[in-house]
C-alpha cells in the first residue's frame, strides 16, 4: 500500500520545460524500486523527448507511467497525507499538494494547494484546490506555497514566519510561503538569505535546495574569483557533495594525489601515504575556482543564482527573523529572511557588525605564493614540502606543467628542486596567515561559517573543505530551524565550534613545526615528521588530519 512506504514522489520535470509550455506533467507516483521512469528518453511512459539523441527504444519500451498527473509546470514542493480523523470526511485519507509555481506558461499554473482523494492507496479523483488567492487581480504573485507538512493540529492554514517542513507530526498545516505571511502585510519571505558565493555559500544552497528549500545567495563581486588559493577536495567533502552530483563532476576533472613527500632542503627525509585513507573516494587536485564553478552549475540546473554586485549594507534581527538592506549600485531592498549564513570570508562584515572576535594568534612572516610553469620535476601525484633554513617549501602540480609553489621565505623561487627548471609566473601573491577561530558561531538567527568562522595556515588543505562542511551541518539544522526548532540553530554554533577548535588547533601545531622557527624548531622537525609519518598513531593522526577524515559530521 502506498500509504505505508516513505517513497511516494512527487516530481517536477523542469528539465523537459523547452518541449511546450504544457508539458511535462508534474506526476505523484509510487516509486518502484529499480523501476525506470523514462529519464532522458522519454516521459510519462512511452512519449519519447525528441530533443535526446540517440535514442534507447529498449528503455523506452520498459518506462513505467505514473500514476497520477498532476498539472504542468506547477513545480510540486510539498506532499502530506492526512491519516487522521480531525479534518472534515471530504479530506480524510487523501494528499495535500503545494503547487509552487508555473514556468515558462503564458497562462500562470499553480499558486495553489491542492487536495488528491485517495481510494484503496491509490488516486481516485480529479485534484480540488484548498487554498488559493496567490495570485492578485493582476496576476501578480503575492506569495508561494514551497510545502506541506503534518502537525499535531487538525487545520489547513497559512504559516507562521518559522514554519517549513517537519514531516514527522501529524494532520496537516503549511509548511512554508514565499513572500506575504497573510497577504494583508508583514512581509516574511520563508527564505533563508547567504551573503557570499565562495564555495561554502554554494555548498549551504545546495544541500538546502537538495531538501526543497531555496535559499537567496547575495555576492558583493561582480563575477566569480578566478584564482585560487585552494587546490585540493579531500576525501570527506566528496562524500557530502555526492548525492548532490557535484563529486562525480570534480572527479571527472580532478587529478587524484595519494601521498605527502618530505624533504629536509630536497633530500628525501620521510613519506606520508594516503591513497586508500577512504573507502570510496580519494584526495584530488582541483583549483577552488573549478570547484566553484561546479557547484554554480549543480545550482544553475536547479534554477538557483547568485545575485551579483549586491552587498548587504545592514542587518538587524528580532526573535522571528532577520531584517537586511541589499545594496546595488543604483538601488537597494529591504529584505526579510528567516535566517542569515554569513559565508562572506576572513574579513566578515556580518562577523564584524556581531562584534564576534576571531580567538587565536598570527605569524608574523608573509608567505608568497605563486602558480609556476615548470618541467615537472617531481612526481605529480603527490605533494612534496621541503624544509629549508629559516621555513619551508610547499609544491603541488595543479596539472601537468603548472605547480603551485608557496612557502615562508624571501627567495622562493631560488629554494625549488635542483633540477627544477621555472618558466612564466601565472599568478602570485603573498598573504599572512593565522590560526583563529570565531568566539561562537550563532547570533540569534544569524550564523557564520567558512572563513567567517575560522581561518588557518594552508598546511593542511583544510579551508575550503572545511567549510563545505560548515554548509553540510548547518542545512540540517536549518532545515529544522525553518520547521520551527530554531534553538537548532544553536545547536549548529555548538557542533561546528568544538570542530573549528579542534580542527585548527591541530593545523596550529603542525605549521608551527614545518615553518621551522625559531632555529630549534627547524632541528626538532628533522626528528618529529619521521616519527610521525611512521609510528601507527601518529601516522594515523596525520592522515586523518590531511583528509578531513578527524572527526565524525554530527547534526545533532
Known amino acids: 500500500m502506498w500509504l505505508a512506504r516513505p517513497c511516494l514522489h512527487i516530481a517536477p520535470p523542469s528539465p523537459r520545460d523547452e518541449l511546450r509550455p504544457d508539458l511535462v506533467p ?3 507516483t509510487f516509486v518502484k524500486e529499480a ?23 529498449d528503455l523506452v519500451a520498459s518506462a513505467i507511467v505514473p500514476d497520477y498527473a498532476l498539472s504542468s509546470h506547477v513545480a510540486s514542493l510539498g506532499l502530506a497525507f492526512n491519516t487522521g480523523t480531525d479534518l472534515p470526511d471530504n479530506y480524510r485519507g487523501g494528499a495535500f499538494i503545494g503547487e509552487h509555481v508555473s514556468w515558462n506558461r ?19 479523483g480529479m485534484a480540488q484546490d484548498v487554498v488559493t488567492g496567490f495570485l492578485n487581480s493582476d496576476n501578480q504573485a503575492r506569495g508561494r506555497p514551497v510545502g506541506v507538512a503534518s502537525t499535531s493540529h487538525a487545520a489547513v492554514r497559512l504559516p507562521t514566519r518559522r514554519e517549513r517542513c517537519a514531516s514527522s507530526r501529524r494532520s496537516l498545516r503549511w509548511a512554508g510561503l514565499e513572500g506575504d505571511r497573510n497577504f494583508d502585510g508583514g512581509q516574511m519571505e520563508q527564505v533563508p538569505l547567504i ?43 566528496l562524500e557530502l557533495l555526492e548525492s548532490t552530483g557535484v563529486t562525480k563532476a570534480i572527479l571527472t576533472e580532478a587529478r587524484p594525489i595519494h601521498r605527502v613527500v618530505f624533504y629536509e632542503q630536497w633530500e628525501p627525509l620521510a613519506e606520508l601515504e594516503f591513497g586508500h585513507a577512504h573507502p570510496q573516494f580519494p584526495m584530488v587536485v582541483l583549483p577552488q575556482a573549478r570547484s566553484e564553478a561546479l557547484l554554480l552549475d549543480a545550482l544553475a540546473a536547479r534554477e538557483i543564482e547568485p545575485e551579483r554586485g549586491v552587498e548587504l549594507t545592514s542587518f538587524s534581527q528580532d526573535d522571528d527573523g532577520v531584517d537586511a538592506v541589499l545594496t546595488w549600485t543604483d538601488r537597494s531592498e529591504d529584505f526579510r529572511a528567516p535566517l542569515l549564513l554569513a559565508a562572506d570570508g576572513a574579513h566578515s ?17 608573509a608567505w608568497p605564493l605563486c602558480d609556476l610553469e615548470l618541467d615537472d620535476p617531481l612526481d605529480l601525484e603527490s605533494a612534496h614540502v621541503s624544509f629549508v633554513k629559516g621555513g619551508m617549501v610547499f609544491m603541488l602540480c595543479i596539472r601537468p606543467g603548472l605547480w603551485r609553489v608557496f612557502g615562508n621565505i624571501d627567495g622562493l623561487l631560488a629554494c625549488l628542486p635542483p633540477n627544477a627548471k621555472p ?9 599572512h596567515i593565522g590560526d583563529r577561530v570565531a568566539a561562537h558561531e550563532v547570533v540569534g538567527r544569524i550564523a557564520l561559517a567558512g572563513d567567517a568562522a575560522h581561518v588557518h595556515a594552508p598546511v593542511a588543505a583544510r579551508g575550503m573543505n572545511l567549510g563545505i562542511e560548515d554548509a553540510f551541518v548547518f542545512a540540517y539544522c536549518a532545515m529544522d530551524a525553518l520547521g520551527g526548532d530554531v534553538g537548532r540553530l544553536n545547536d549548529f554554533g555548538n557542533i561546528r565550534h568544538d570542530v573549528h577548535t579542534q580542527v585548527v588547533s591541530r593545523i596550529d601545531k603542525l605549521t608551527r613545526l614545518a615553518r621551522g622557527r625559531p632555529g630549534f624548531v627547524g632541528l626538532l622537525r628533522r626528528i618529529a615528521v619521521p616519527a610521525m609519518t611512521t609510528i601507527w598513531p601518529l601516522r594515523k593522526a596525520m592522515i586523518q588530519l590531511v583528509t578531513g577524515l578527524d572527526h565524525e559530521i554530527r547534526i545533532a
Open 106 to 124: 503564458e497562462v500562470l499554473n499553480g499558486y495553489k494547494v491542492v487536495y488528491v482523494p485517495f481510494s484503496d492507496g491509490k488516486p481516485s
Open 35 to 57: 523501476g525506470f521512469y523514462g529519464w532522458p528518453y522519454s516521459y510519462f511512459g512511452q512519449h519519447v523527448d525528441p530533443r535526446v539523441q540517440p535514442q534507447r527504444a
Open 423 to 431: 618558466g612564466a609566473i601565472g599568478w602570485q601573491s603573498s598573504f
Open 26 to 28: 508534474d506526476y505523484m
Open 195 to 237: 551573503v557570499g558565493s565562495g564555495p561554502t555559500g554554494l555548498a549551504a544552497a545546495l544541500f538546502l535546495a537538495g531538501a526543497g528549500i531555496r535559499c537567496r545567495i547575495v555576492e558583493r563581486g561582480l563575477t566569480p574569483s578566478s584564482t585560487s588559493r585552494a587546490q585540493v577536495v579531500n576525501p570527506r567533502t
Open 349 to 365: 562584515k556580518v562577523r564584524e557588525t556581531l562584534g564576534i572576535g576571531l580567538e587565536g594568534s598570527d605569524f608574523p612572516e
